[in-house]
């Protein structure tokens, strides 16, 4: 029995760490999808708050409403006394201490609505700034999260360039001495076939004065002038 519960612990645990790596993985699409989702209610709050608003104006307009007719019969009664009809008066009294009545009822209505209309635009204003809050928050999170991309892609990149570049030098080498070895072929080939051929012959005997030599306007010359003589 204990090993079966150890069993059954071990699942859970097993579970839970696959859960915590699902959500760590989606950290940021679920906390973006939590920041819509309060949007979402806060938008619905504002509708709210909105048709709260719009029942306080309806009660102050008909607190005011009252407040006139107690006004307006509060006239009728000083005409009424002015007149020297008092069971007139009364009767108007009477109808001013019901408006009264109305009136304080009204005046609780009112106070209620106001209330709970300040509490909601706190509340409002509250959330307002929290959502704005964690939308700052993430987008330093995704541009933290883009960086650390970046730097992981510029690492594997530069250690794969490294390597590339090693070859590439290595290639890049490997052309030079094949060219240069082949100047020096080239070189080697034009010298055995200067030294072994005639004209490198009567170059030496040239430059030794040997053979005939190459004429020139000087010569000519001298010889020209030895004939006058």
Known sequence: ??????????????????????????????????????????????RDLTGVMAKQMQAERELRRINDSIAEHEGYAVKALDKGDEALALEVAEKISTLEIEKNEQDEVVN??????????????????????????????????????????????????????????????????????????LKASETLEEETSDKSLQDKLKAAGIGEQDSNAQSVLARLKSKSE
């Open 1 to 46: 029995m204990n090993v079966f519960k150890k069993i059954m612990t071990a699942v859970r645990g097993g579970a839970r760490e696959a859960g915590e790596a699902v959500v760590d993985a989606n950290a940021i699409r679920i906390l973006e999808q939590e920041i819509k989702d309060a949007e979402n209610h806060m938008e619905k709050a504002k």
């Open 112 to 185: 209620s609505f106001q209330s709970h209309a300040e509490r909601l635009k706190e509340l409002v204003r509250k959330s307002e700034r929290l959502i704005k809050d964690h939308e700052r928050q993430l987008s330093m999170v995704k541009t933290t999260e883009s960086v650390q991309k970046a730097t992981a892609a510029i690492t594997d990149n530069f250690a794969a360039t490294n390597s590339k570049m090693s070859s590439a030098k290595e290639s890049l080498e490997r052309i030079k001495k094949r060219q240069v070895d082949f100047e020096d072929r």
